[in-house]
């Protein structure tokens, strides 16, 4: 840091110096008074208007500066060959003197001469460094790896400190028992994959869990993202990956991180336009690297990515990235223990129960667990807490889930009740068809973007879908929609997008999981893969207008059954949709209990921490937008 700040201040300083000795020059030029011509200053000397004057002989030319009897100052340029110009003087009894010309140094003429043009120069050197990101080795070291180097002292992650991948780990194990000990391999003739591709959605721990790797290993681990190779020159990034392995070469056994390896991996020819040259340069660079130092190194790459499906087939072949590594979503037993692991740094209660709270976060990564935990600490400091209780997980978990609570905004009483039927009608539906995920909290305080919200939590973990519940599940969007006809009497755009959901469900039953007896067990979908990815540009129809217009029926059979059922629940169950639309505009909030109640015929208890007057809103505008959390149709 101090090296970098001693040649920022050295190169200001040129800067300052150049310009300063230019603006001298031309300070001097105005300081010695007003340019006139000869012939001027000789009709002011036989005018008598000139007091004295000073001749500075030079090469062929005179220099003369004269002051004016009212004090002013003007100079002309003369030359030698006038010889009456010092008699005109002395006639009219001008004083004068005779003095050398005063030439500038040379240091002030070389930079007078060569400093703009070095000035330029270094200017320009200064704005490449910063585009290139500095570099380490001088000004044109573009092609210097910008991998970070975190090495075994620096390092304490380990496997204690990832949680809810237990596959995974046990699959990189073996990484850290060649790093500690590769003979124990290579004495029976195995080797080590030379790459291990870790793959999963975001925020699984990929990362994570290789720099646990380097942790337990106790080796070096030189970290760097699939952005970094990529610049503005063609060359750069081959050049990069080559000093990047040269780097790891000499401090092996090491591992090789690359995170977000899609950015420089993808398929090379790819797009209408072609390829990206400096890309596929690295790429192929890259391939050479991982497929050319010898095993025995124990140079270990590792690469991270969430798109598996884009990046060359080259790079996954065996010698290269030879081994997949899937780190996918925890399940309930992966979520309690990561919670756990970062509840660790914040001081919770006596009532906080981590397997309560993963049943309830179905679907979440370890990065939303993280944010759901820091969220709860938030909300305990907000209430002045001493400890993060349940009931701030509880908060943090809603506003996580269903967005914060956006009580400044005043509905009009027909849009609340609107609102509160619209939910309920979700609700019912939800509690009394068969193959649902229960209903865990209805609300009609604004969320997000949306002006109520029904949340379903499923009691387990599920991993695939039948017919009976994606046709519950339409039933269940549909029943919005069927409660505003019914007891608001009137269709509002808060539906649309319940519609959009529960036609794509009903398309891809009929289309490609083949759920109907009319068409039977065979995917009609059309292509969808992206052009940029070397898709195909244009959709290619495998249907005959007759086909098309089969599925169509279909699905429209499959919308209209479900809209009858929906219907059916909701007019024979009228006296309960009337208690959960009165509970919702009283309470604005009911949990599953209060439903139970309802559903049970006896009158809601009251929310546990609901006093009277609690549910006044403040004032605001209400955005045309839909209760279940999507834009609302135009």
Known sequence: MNNQWISKIAVWLVIALVLFTVFKQFDRVSVQGQQVGYSEFLQEVRDKHIKSVTIQDGMGSIDITAVTTDGNKIRTTGTLLDRGLTGDLINNGVKFDVRPREEPSLLTSLLVSWGPMLLLIGVWIYFM?????????GAFSFGKSKARMLDEANNSTTFADVAGCDEAKEEVKELVDFLKDPQKFQKLGGRIPRGVLLVGP???????????????????????????????FVGVGAARVRDMFEQAKKSAPCIIFVDEIDAVGRHRGAGLGGGNDEREQTLNQMLVEMDGFETNLGVIVMAATNRPDILDPALLRPGRFDRQVYVTLPDVRGREQILNVHMRKVPVGQDIRADILARGTPGFSGADLANLVNEAALFAARRNGRVVEMIDFERAKDKIMMGPERKSMVMPEDERRNTAYHEAGHALVARLLPKTDPVHKVTVIPRGRALGVTMQLPEGDRYSMDKERMLSTISVL??????????????????????????????????????????????????????????????TTTMSEETMRKVDQEIRK?????????????????????????????????????????????????????????????????????????????
């Not at 460094?129 to 080795?137: E, L, N, P």
């Not at 208890?605 to 955005?623: A, E, F, I, L, M």
């Open 129 to 137: 460094r910063q585009m290139q990101g500095g570099g380490k080795g």
């Open 558 to 634: 499959i919308i209209d059954e479900q809209y009858a059922a929906a219907r059916q629940l909701i007019e024979d169950n009228q006296d309960k949709m009337h208690a959960m639309a009165k509970a919702l505009l009283e309470w604005e909030t009911i949990d599953s209990d209060q439903i139970e109640d309802i559903m049970g015929g006896k009158p809601p208890r009251p929310p546990k921490d609901w006093t009277p007057n609690s549910n006044k809103t403040g004032s605001g505008p209400t955005p045309p937008v839909n209760t279940d959390g999507a834009p609302a149709a135009a």
């Open 478 to 539: 549909f029943g919005g929609r069927i409660a505003e006809e019914v007891f608001m009497h009137q269709m509002t755009t808060g539906a649309s997008n319940d519609f959009e959901r529960a036609t794509q469900i009903a398309r891809d039953m009929v289309t490609r999981y083949g759920m109907t007896d009319e068409l039977g067990p065979m995917v009609y979908a059309e292509n969808e893969g992206e052009v940029f990815l070397g898709r195909s540009v244009t959709k």
């Open 202 to 232: 975001p925020g699984t721990g990929k990362t994570l869990l290789a720099k646990a790797i380097a942790g337990e290993a106790k080796v070096p681990f030189f970290s760097i993202s699939g952005s970094d190779f990529v610049e503005m």
